[in-house]
Every structure is written in C-alpha cells, then in structure tokens.
C-alpha cells in the first residue's frame, strides 16, 4: 500500500523483498522537512498505523452494533473523524474512520502510487493500489453525493418521489400554492433536551421556534399526562421521548414549535402545536387571512419518472412460509414513453441514474385477497459502479503480483532441491 | 394444501364434514395425546424386537417425501428425526441391536408398541426431568427415556414448552431449551406412531348394499378402498340424503360408515408422502396419508395409483412376520411413489441423497485425517522412513478425494454452488485448506504442510460432524430469496471462503514454526545434529521454509479475502441497493483484509520478522474465526441466514487455546531474551 525507507535490521538478512521495497533517496539527515514529511506519509509505518486503527475500529463498531443501531453506529464510527471509546468506562479518543479512510487515500496514493518504485515486479502492486484509491474514490462519491430511501405502492398506485429511512424534514406549505419550504432535519433533530432552533425565511410571515425535539417519541392523550414529569399538551396530546431502536428507520421523531410574529422577548405568540412523524394530517396555521401547512415527515426526494406498480408477487417454497422468491411488474413512465419492466431479487431496474430494488413486501399477516404493497429501496449513487471496476482492477493486480511471487518461490524450491541433488551425486 | 382446503369451501356438506376432519387432524396430535384416557402405544402390549428383511429397509430409505419446501429420501428425514431425539444418528435397542435411521422409522411407523419402549429420548440433564415432574432416581444425570416413560408427564412437558416458546431462543437457559426440544421430540414421535392409524384399520360396510356394491362386495374395507372409491361413495352419500327419509336404514348405516371413517381415517399429517397425481402446476404441496379422503372428494385429481401405492403399504403391516411378502409390499410402494415424483420432475436425486447420506463421505474422511496425523507423530519420531509420509500422502489425499466427492453430491442434490449454508463452509474450508496443504506439499516437499494438512482435515470434519449434531437438523435446507443467485453463491460466497483457508492453514502453519522454534530450531542457519539424526525443526532452512510458506498463504489469504469481500459488496449493491453498509458480517470479512494487509506491510516495512508473522498469523486465525463464526453470535445484522447458536462455546475454547498459546510463546520468547541477556549474547 505503500513505500518506505526500513532501517536495516542488525543482525539478520533484510526482510523487505526487493521487488515492492523502499526508493532510495539519501540519508535521512540530508532530507528537508517536507520530505520527511512526504517520507512518513508515504511509508509503510504510516500505512500500518492506519490499517491497524481502520481494524481496530472496524472491531469495535461491529461488537457496538450488539446494543445501537447501525445508523448510530454508522456515525459514529464509520462516519466520523475523531471518537470518544468510553466502553471501559473512561474515555479513549481515537481517529474515526472517515479521517483514517481519508489519510490512508494520501498514503496510498503518495507511498503505493508516486513513491513505489516502477518497475515490473512492482507492477501488480501499483494496480492493486489504483483500484483501492478507485474503490476508495467510490465510497467518497457515494458519501458526499448519494441519496437513499425507499418507495411503498400498492399494486395500481404509481410514484414519482422516494422517501429517506432515516432522515427527516420539516415542510411548510401555504395552501393554494405549490410552492414548498423544507427545513432540513440536520437543522434540528440533534438538538440538545433543552434547546431551540429559530427558522425564518423571506417568503413566511412568520418564524417558526422548534424545541423538545426527540429522534423517537409517540404521542400520548392528555388523560395520560403526568404534570411535572412530561412535556405541555397541545390540543389534547403531548410527546413522550422514547430511547432510540435499534433499528433506527423504526424511529419516529417528534417537536414541538411556536409561530411567533418577529423575533424576541416580545414576539407576538401565533401558533403552538407539537409536530409528530406518523401524524396522519399536517398542523394547520392561518395567519393575515392565509392558511399554512405545517408537516414532520420523513426527507422526500424528486425522481424524474414515474413508477407504477402493476402486479406483485411472492412464491413461497411448498408447504412452508419461507420465501422462495418476491418480484413486481412495474410501468415506469419517462418523458412521454413507457416500459413495462421487473423488479426481483439480485435484479434490480437502473434508469437516469436510480436503481430500484426489491426490498420488501407486506402486510406481512396478508391472508388471500388481502392488498399486498411492494418496498423498493431507491438509490442514486453516481459511482454505482465504480466498485465493479476498482473489483476487477485489485483482482488482477493482487494475481498478477502473487502469481509471480509463486512462481518464483517454485522456481526457487526447485532449484535448490537440484543443488541438494548434485551434492548428494 | 391450500388449494385442496379453497376449493373445499365451495363444496356441500360432505365436503364440509371432511374439511372439520381436515382442520381437526392439524391439531389432532396434542389434544388426542393429552387426553386422561389416552394411553401410549407401548403400554397395551409388549412385542418382540422386530426385524426387517433388507429389501424393506432399502425401499423405505429411498421413498420419497417433501418436507421443509423440498422433496428428500425418507431416510433424511429419519436421519435428523432420530438425531433430534436421540442425539446420535444411530441407536441401539435394549437387545444392543444396532438400528439406522431409517430402521428406526420404520420400528415407530409400524411397530409403535415396541419403539414406544426403546429409550430413544437423549435428556441432557435431569433439571429436564425436574421442570416436567418426572421422577428420575437411580438414573444418570444425561440419561435416555423411553416414550412410554415420558408418557404420564406429557401434559406438563407440552405447558412447559408452550411457556418456554415464549422466551426467544437465544435468551432460553439449557433446560428451557432441551424442555422445548425434548417436547418436539416427543410429539414428533407420537404422531409418528399414530401415521399409519387408517391404514391398520378395517373399516365395516354395516347394512347399506349400495355401499358394498361399490366397495365390490366386501363386508369391510381398508383405507386405500375407500380412497380408491371415495367419488362414488360421496355421490352416494349425497343421493341418498335427498331421496330417503332421515330414518332409512342405509342412510344410517352409511353415515356411521362415514363417521368411523372420519374418525378412524384421521392421522397426523406428520409426513409428506404422497405427490399429487398432477403437474406441480397445479398443486405443489405432497399430501398426507389422511389429506387422501379430501383429495378425492373435493378435487378433481386422479387418486388411483395413491389407492395402490396406500394398498401396498397396507400389505407392508399385514406381511410382518413374511419376509418375502413385507419385501414387495414395501418396493411396489416405493416404486409407485417414486414413479409419481418422477413424473413431476421432483425426483431426480432422492437415490443420489439417499446414497450420500448412507455414504456418510465426511465422517470416513475424519478418520482418515486421523490415521494420517497418527503418521505424521510418527514420521516425526521416526524422521528418516518413507513409509510414514506414503502413508500420509494417501491417507490425505484419500480424505480429500471423500470430502470432496460429498461436496460434489452436495451441489448435485442441490443444484447450487459448494457453499449456501454455514455447515457447508465448514465443509469446503476444510477442503480447500487440505488442497491447499497438498498443494503447497508438493511445492516444498518438507512434509509438513503434509502433517499439517491431516490435522487441519481432522479439525474440520471433526467440527463439521459436531455441528450436525448440535443442529440435529436438515444440512440442505431451502435457501432465502435472497441467495437464490448461483452466480454470487459461486463468486462471493466461494471467493471469501477461500480466503478464511487460507487464513486458517496460514495459521496452522504458524502453529508448527513457533512450535519448532521453543523446541530448539532457528529460523535460518540449522542446528548441528545431536547423534546425526535432525529433528524436523533442526533441518536446514526448515523453520526459514516455514515461515515463507506462512508468508505466502498471508498474500492467498489477502487475495481471496479482498475479491470475496468486494465481489459481497458488488452483491450487496445489486440486493439491497448499497456497496457497503457496515454489516458484522461484512465488517468481519473486511477485518481479514484488513489483518493480513497489515502482516503484509509490517514485513515490508521491516517491523516484523519471522516470528512476528507467525505470531501475527496465529491473531489472523483469531480474526477468521471471529468473521466466520463470532459475528453470527452477535445476532445482528442482515445475514441472518448465517446466525447459528450454540457455536460461542467451541469459539471461546478456540480463542483461549490460542491465547494460552500465544502466552506460551511470549513467556519463551522472554526466557529466551533474559537467557541472552545474562550471557551477554542479546
């Protein structure tokens, strides 16, 4: 993955094999600082490091997924740059993985790609390298640019739009316009218990305040209220805070909001209401003779087509309830022209940059005739097959170094194993 | 079933009264069981041991029955039924007789008395016996009970193992556990002994001349006659309903008919057995013995050859005591049943599993593994003869030749790649790091991947045994929609599993370098000879071949860990819409490339030497066994096809073993270093 500058060992035949060894470039004491600098970032030293805390991390983000869920996870671990490790009660920081992803980039590329020395016995390695910065670049690309969400019909209704699982949003509308604000949910969903987010825009007449936001909650009737232990009720209703699944897409956020007219201590009080993920209708709001809608759900995301579920079905393996296989007929309508086409298992339909995916069905406790709707999980990743490529480049660059690694140890064996000979003749 | 049952619904009363009997046979096992007066089959009368001619025992073991979603041999099902019950795939009846599988299917189906009496249940423990108030003084703690022992308590057994149902099983104790398993077991074998209850019985005409015109004039009947004739007696039945009055006499003597039919006729639907006389177009669920009077009533399919292929097998329990009739009973059933699968192109390997199963390919591998590593002691006492490593060699490649003829069968049976299950990894782990030992054996021809390949070989068939056993259930089970791809069971699955090999026989390899090096040997220059006769560590350049080896099998193991790992993802992005999500499973796989690219670069990097890749080696081993093994404990994720239980404690002893090892070494290597240390040589 990259090279560097050993000290010899003292007493023993070097170890490093000279085909992917280290490039010579004078005595350490003669290099300036940004060339010890280049020689570190470049050196197998630095590249053990990362690795070893790439396994590190990897080990303790798959022990943690026994007790959070792997969107926690996820970000905590994978997504993030430096973590706090306080499992054994005290805590521990070390690099995350996204800082160490992006820094074994610089060492493969500066050690495996710039510093290697070129020649044919480094070869497979160079190519081995350029596909992991390939594979690399595609996970950066899916990271920075892909959405993901999924889309739920029921045969005979169609869509043109695909939900997150995780990430949600907070949409005003006013009614008889189409026109739509959306506040993002990274805007408030992390808030602290106590917190608040003050949201104003030019074209609202109003600012909105969210506060007690909670990434899973459910909403309780009055009657069930404890005062001085759970939050106000509006129109009949409070939010109760509830610990996180560990399915996170099962969770449910909740917040309550107050429209004030102006900003401040003397702001003028025009609305207040709690604001609920699986509420069925949005929170309504009239102001100077116009009427808003106020709606928490799930982030929504535009596709340029429509799809339309046609027919469903599942198969199911003789005399069990174990699925055998699930696939839908499904027209997708682009600009005028359709297509009638299938979704199944492991065969997914790409189109402008969407793959669609079979993921589920339900409801799960159908019995015969009951409707069934089919779950697709929608993506739209521009390096959708940047892996496949990086697969086929690190599979013939690792055979190819490896292949002439062996060779030469069976030509090696071989030769000795005649020397043995003659000296026995 | 569920299209014989729709149809039913649209029938009159004939077919509602079947369709009762019809429900009421789905739960008919537990409540006629737990009946006061019930008794249990061997407590009316004591018989003598049966014996069954060859020729009845070959044709039962290729009968064909679906079961779980797919069409297998008898013999299968025998197979995991018995281990189920009795822990061991064979057993031994109270004359020391050893029975088979299918023997003692066959003593259950047809002689219920006598089995009822064998104790066949394995209890682990008798805190069993404590939950389920059964007296158990003068018994061993794991001990074997009899059915009819286990009778009296059924009624607990069953409520402690509805209560115990309710704990998910992975929070179950041992007892609740081998409560729930033992009350399987249990009503398995009762419904099993209740199988073939119709067709024992005989069924009396009584006074109704149109009835016995029908049934050709006999003055009672068999099951296979009715089912034969059921069309014309439902028309009947039917006809005179409407035209005589309700106190006819043949109205009443056919309605009792019906009536002892329905209650006679009625038997657990315990066994697939019979394929439907029709394309799987139209029905693809088999049927069961008492599934037969709907059939014939309420479908329009053909019921003919199931009458005879029913008669026969009521010439198989009318013929006990003539060998010679039972025989051809048994095969003219065998052959109607099988005849009828073929024609829906669903038998086409029920003789080949059959054979496999009775080839039992990998147990004999084992033994030859262990033969092989008996040599291998011994080649190293007696380093200078031949004849231990011909021997080895053959012994080797003789176990490798078995498992691989199993996993051949395997992928016949199935259709599939070598590897769709978790026991199947084990299987071609296994296989492939003896091929890769012999491999390497005849690359450096020291004998000691040799050596090395006759454990690892023992290892796995050792293990591969142990987890059929724990799991006591089918090894060929369908697959998940899922991983209904040949093409990314044949290239990821495959790919990644070579790579867990590779990195195991790595580790094997460790294992004896660090070994030969607290025996005495140096990596490097040899050792002089004590008596001029060197140790295998004391040969030249030996431990320095070794470690070579070791390094290499690292590079395999990085090669095929990577491309398996990325060809997961490539199938992760095509199934579940992204490359990578972070999953145990795949974060295991990417923690073995992850290790051995670190051994890689630690070595070029000069950071580690001989030893430190042996030792390295040994953590990589650590880390396959947690990426095959340790994440499917964890219980989470999306492979929740791969989720095994009972496998943590076989891990912890692997992971304190090679602890325990690794202390070993360090506390030599510091011995070693304070030893130079005070000579002045470190």
Not at chain 1, 143 to 171: I, N, P, R
Not at chain 2, 100 to 129: G, I, S, Y
Request: aromatic share 10%.
């Amino acid at each position: 993955m990259s090279a560097s500058t050993p000290p010899p060992p003292p007493s023993a035949p070097p170890v490093a094999p000279p085909a992917a060894g280290p490039v010579q470039t004078g005595s350490r004491k003669s290099k300036s600082f940004p060339a010890q600098v280049f020689d570190f970032l470049s050196g197998f030293g630095f590249a053990v490091i990362l690795l070893s805390f790439l396994f590190l991390l990897t080990f303790l983000g798959t022990l943690a997924q026994r007790n959070q869920s792997l969107f926690e996870v996820q970000r905590e671990y994978f997504e993030s740059d430096i973590i706090l490790w306080d499992d054994l009660g005290f805590p521990i920081p070390l690099p995350g993985v996204r800082l160490l992803l992006a820094l074994l980039a610089v060492n493969l590329v500066l050690g495996g790609i710039i510093r290697i020395r070129k020649r044919a016995a480094t070869f497979g390695v160079i190519v081995t390298h350029i596909g992991m910065v390939m594979l690399l670049a595609a996970g950066l690309v899916e990271y920075v640019a892909s959405t993901k969400g999924h889309m739920t019909l029921y045969e005979g209704d169609s869509s043109a739009q695909y939900q997150s699982y995780f990430e949600w949003e907070v949409t005003v509308t006013k009614v008889g316009e189409t026109r739509r604000l959306s506040i993002p949910g990274e805007q408030f969903i992390e808030l602290d218990p106590e917190g608040i987010a003050v949201f104003q825009h030019a074209t609202l007449p109003f600012d909105l305040v969210f506060g007690n936001v909670g990434k899973n909650t459910d909403v309780l009737p009055a009657n069930q209220h404890v005062a001085g232990s759970d939050l106000a009720v509006m129109d009949g209703f409070f939010l109760r805070k509830l610990e996180p699944n560990i399915q996170a897409e099962q969770d449910v956020a909740g917040l309550y909001f107050t429209a004030t007219a102006g900003s401040g201590a003397g702001a003028e009080i025009l609305d207040q209401g709690l604001l609920w993920g699986r509420q069925r209708a949005p929170h309504r709001l009239e102001h100077d003779g116009a009427v808003w809608l106020i709606d928490l759900h799930r982030k929504r995301f535009p596709v340029p087509f429509e799809i339309e579920l046609l027919d469903f079905r599942k198969e199911e393996h003789p005399g069990t309830m174990m699925a055998k296989a699930f696939e839908s007929d499904v027209r997708k309508t682009d600009g005028g022209q359709t297509q009638e086409l299938t979704i199944s298992m492991n065969e997914p339909l790409r189109h402008a940059g969407f793959t669609f995916f079979q993921a589920s069905w339900g409801p799960s406790d159908a019995k015969p005739g009951t409707p069934l709707f089919s779950t697709f999980a929608v993506v739209r990743n521009p390096a959708d097959s940047w892996p496949l490529w990086a697969c086929y480049v690190i599979t013939f660059g690792l055979l190819w170094h490896f292949c002439m690694k062996l060779w030469k140890h069976i030509q090696r064996e071989q030769g000795k194993r005649e020397r043995n000979l003659g000296e026995e003749a | 079933m569920t299209a014989v049952v729709r149809r039913m619904r649209t029938r009159g009363l004939w077919a509602g009264l079947i369709a009762a009997v019809l429900l009421l046979g789905a739960w008919w096992s537990p409540s006629a069981l737990l009946a006061e007066s019930t008794s249990p089959p061997g407590t009316t009368a004591q018989t003598a041991m049966p014996t069954w001619p060859e020729g009845v025992v070959e044709a039962f073991r290729t009968v064909p029955i679906q079961q779980d979603g797919r069409v297998k041999p008898l013999s299968t099902y025998a197979r995991y039924a018995l281990l189920e019950q009795n822990g061991r795939m064979t057993y031994r009846t109270a004359a020391d007789v050893k029975r088979t599988p299918t023997e003692w299917l066959l003593e259950v189906l047809l002689t219920p008395e006598f089995a009822a009496n064998e104790r066949t249940f394995q209890v682990q423990n008798d805190e069993v016996l404590d939950a389920i108030g059964l007296a158990h003084e003068g018994r061993k703690k794991r001990d074997r009970y009899s059915f009819s022992e286990l009778f009296p308590v059924r009624q607990k057994l069953l409520a402690k193992s509805q209560e115990y149902t309710q704990i998910e099983s992975k929070d179950r104790t041992p007892v609740e556990a081998q409560v729930v398993a033992l009350a399987n077991a249990f009503f398995e074998f009762d419904a099993l002994a209740r199988f073939l209850d119709p067709l024992r019985a005989e069924f009396p005409i009584g006074d109704a001349p149109e009835l016995r015109a029908i049934m050709g004039g006999k003055e009672s009947v068999r099951y296979s006659d009715v089912v034969r004739n059921i069309r014309q007696v439902g028309e009947l039945w039917g006809r005179l309903q409407h035209e005589r009055a309700p106190d006819d006499a043949e109205l009443a003597a056919l309605d009792a008919f019906v009536r002892d039919l329905m209650e006679r006729g009625n038997s657990p639907r315990v066994l697939q057995l019979l394929p439907p006389e029709v394309g799987t177009e139209d029905e693809e669920v088999w049927f069961s013995i008492a599934d037969m009077l709907g059939v014939g009533m309420n479908t329009p399919y053909p019921v003919e050859r199931t009458a005879d292929a029913l008669a026969a097998l009521e010439g198989v329990i009318d013929s006990r005591g003539d060998p010679m009739a039972m025989t051809a009973h048994a095969e003219q059933f065998q052959s109607i049943l099988s005849d009828l699968a073929t024609e829906r192109g669903e038998n086409d390997t029920t003789e080949l599993e059959a054979a496999y199963h009775q080839g039992d390919w990998f147990f004999k591998a084992q033994w030859l593994f262990v033969l092989g590593f008996l040599f291998a002691g011994l080649g190293w006492l007696f380093p200078n003869r031949t004849w231990t490593g011909v021997v080895m060699w053959l012994t080797s490649a003789s176990g490798l030749a078995l498992v691989t003829l199993g996993i051949v069968q395997r992928c016949i049976i199935r259709s599939r790649p070598p590897v769709s299950t978790l026991y199947e990894t084990i299987l071609f782990i296994t296989g492939t790091a003896v091929a890769a030992a012999l491999i390497t054996e005849v690359i450096n021809r020291r004998r000691i991947a040799l050596a090395t390949s006759t454990f690892l070989g023992a290892l796995g068939m050792f293990l591969a045994y142990r987890f059929e056993m724990h799991e006591a259930k089918d090894t060929m089970p369908n697959l998940q929609a899922v991983l209904d791809t040949n093409f990314w069971l044949s290239t990821h699955v495959t790919t990644v599993t070579i790579g867990y090999s590779a990195g195991l026989f790595a580790s094997a390899m460790a294992h004896v370098y660090l070994i030969g090096k607290m025996l005495g040997g140096r990596s490097g220059t040899p050792v002089p000879a004590v008596g001029g006769n060197l140790r295998w560590y004391q040969q030249p350049d030996m431990l320095k071949s070794i470690s070579r080896m070791t390094y290499g099998l690292i590079a395999f193991c990085l090669v095929f860990s990577t491309v398996g790992t990325i060809l997961g993802g490539i199938w992760a992005n095509d199934s579940w819409g992204r490359f990578w999500g972070w999953d145990p499973k795949e974060n295991g796989a990417l923690m073995i490339c992850l290790w051995a690219a670190i051994i890689l670069h630690a070595r070029m990097g000069g950071f580690v030497r001989d030893t430190g890749i042996a030792v390295m080696s040994i953590v990589g081993g650590l880390v396959v066994g947690f990426s095959w093994w340790g994440v499917n404990l964890l219980g989470v994720g999306l492979h929740s096809y791969g989720f095994t239980s009972g496998a943590a404690f076989g891990l912890k002893v692997f992971y304190y073993v090679e602890l325990a090892f690794l202390a070993v070494v360090a506390g030599h290597q510091l011995i070693g270093w304070l030893m130079r240390r005070s000579t002045g040589t470190a």
